[in-house]
């Protein structure tokens, strides 16, 4: 086990690296020139080439590259904003916690609405909840995220007055924003837990639990729904990168500081180092989460390790 | 090779057998046709100019005129919907299309050689997956510029692992059979063995996949314009259009309303055709 783990650390470095290579080289061919666009327009030619110097931006490509790679392992040195002059690194954790919060209400609520949708769907198969459930899971994944937002902020905020449209820091302000961006997985989970568990449904061993005199409540959460876990963890754990993804989005739309406006105002802004190092942060979090998923399969069912 | 066409004539008529049966997929075609078809009339269906201004009737509610309403510029939105549907298709398309190019070369290479080469490729393939699509796509639109091209360009290149995976996947079951071994012992070389007769055997996975994949590239276009990244105003794409109508949500909140539904018919659609592609292709599926 240790080995296995050992191995995938490793491997997960050499992603990374992969990865801030290729953030590194899309910055080095996006149109602009750095030195103008912390000096602004007016900045004299003398000025300009001092910065350029300064930053480093007449040394060869791949010197830059590992420049930037030195400053991030030895120094945690993800490069400075153009833009506010501070460390790229103090930028990303001061709004990072408001999108994982972000995310982690919108897991928890898609885990929780999405595995009880799909366990009465499999239960009651072909009844008119299984139906209504379907048709939920089916529009749940075709729905865009921003527009889901917008509209509730138009039902519950501006018609029906019951929630604030934006902002971030009070628990109403966040309930709108975590089922907009939940809503998506939930359906995908409930989809999963339905499948999943109609496999397992009709096995043999349900029957002999049955047959037994077991409570049907029984049957289902000791039977049946243990046995359907695994497909079910690995939808979360994919999951997790969609909501990543549509935290970006549903903070534009609900005006939540978070990593994903922090990125997007930096593109707008031009401010480089932030993108870079926001989009580097995401990944590496992201292959953590997905690190941990393996990690769990391997406790739950130990052949994963051995192949 | 006749018997061959012979063979996929009708595996191709007994998928479409199953699909017909299946009445949610054969709603989501009919539903991608009639997009379709508005697509392509769009000149003599909409009742206005997607462009055409007419400041003394901005931000009207719906009505028979504007059945649903105007812009903030006085534009019909019914109208502009309907060229939307122009681009959404194009770019959901043409994005897909440059995925399955190159993720399909990729996979195809890689499930066929295996070895270094497979290693190398994959290795790529999870870099690219270790960023997040929308993020990634966000990455590469923010270095080649806004627009339709780069637009398609930065979706396309976000979505190419999967598809090297599931080429690659089924290369590689098909690659062992006997009759590529003949195909090879006879002198073939090997492009014309893996286009010729490994990836028409490749087909079931990647069409379902392709299905799946345009409604995901349409929603994560929508995605980049509603973020002004991509497809920028006046363009009537769907997303550009509800990032406008955003800024008056708190006034004129049915500008929102119909571009999204546009989205969501669309997408939609797309997903019911592909579940019951994938149930009609698959028959270990079947229940």
Known sequence: MLKYIGKRLLYLILVL????????????????????????????????AALEEQLGLNDPFL??????????????????????????????????PNTVTLAASAIVIAVMVGVTLGIISAVKQYSIIDNLVMVFALIGTSVPIFWLGIMMIVLFSVKLHLLPPSGYG????????AVALGLQSTAMIARMTRSSMLEVIRMDYVKTARAKGQKEIVVIMK?????????????????????????????????????????????????????????????????????VVDLLYAVVDPKITKS | ????????????????????????????????????????????????????????????APSAEHIFGTDEFGRDIFSRIIYGSRLSLVVGFISVGIALVLGGFLGAVAGFYGGRLDDIIMRCMDILLAIPQVLLAIAIIASLGNGLVNLMVAVGIATIPSYARIVRASVMTIRGEEYIEAARASGTNDAKIIIKHILPNCLA???????????????????????????????????AMLSGARNYVLTYPYMSVFPGLAIIVTVLALNLLGDGLRDALDPKLKR
């Open chain 2, 205 to 239: 996975p990647v069409i379902v996949q392709v299905t799946l994949g345009i409604a995901n590239a349409i929603l994560s276009c929508a995605a980049l314009s509603f973020i002004g990244l991509g497809i920028t105003p006046p363009s009537p794409e769907w997303g």
């Open chain 1, 63 to 96: 010197v830059r590259y590992f420049n930037y790679l030195k400053g991030i392992v030895f120094e945690l040195d993800l490069g400075t904003s153009y833009n506010t002059g501070r460390a790229v690194l103090d930028e990303i954790l001061a709004v990072f």
């Open chain 2, 1 to 60: 090779m006749n018997k061959e066409n012979k063979k996929t004539n009708s595996q191709l008529a007994s998928v479409w057998r199953s699909l017909r049966r299946n009445r949610m997929a054969m709603l989501g075609l009919v539903i991608l046709v009639l997009l379709a078809l508005m697509a392509i009339f769009a000149d003599f269906i909409a009742p206005y100019a997607y462009d055409a201004q007419d400041l003394l009737n901005a931000r009207q």
């Open chain 1, 223 to 291: 039977h049946v729904f243990r046995n359907a876990l695994i497909p079910i963890i690995t939808v979360v754990g994919l999951q997790f990168g969609q909501l990543l993804g549509g935290a970006m989005l549903t903070e534009m739309v609900f005006s939540i500081p978070g990593l994903g406006r922090l990125i997007i105002d930096s593109i707008s802004m031009r401010d480089y180092p932030v993108v870079q190092g926001g989009v580097l942060f995401v990944a590496t979090c992201f292959s953590l989460v997905n690190l």
């Open chain 1, 170 to 177: 009070t628990f109403a302000q966040m309930i709108m924003p």
């Open chain 1, 17 to 48: 690296l992969g990865v801030s290579f290729i953030v590194f080289t899309l910055l080095y061919i996006s149109p602009g020139n750095p030195a103008k666009i912390i000096l602004g327009e007016a900045a004299t030619p003398e000025a300009l």
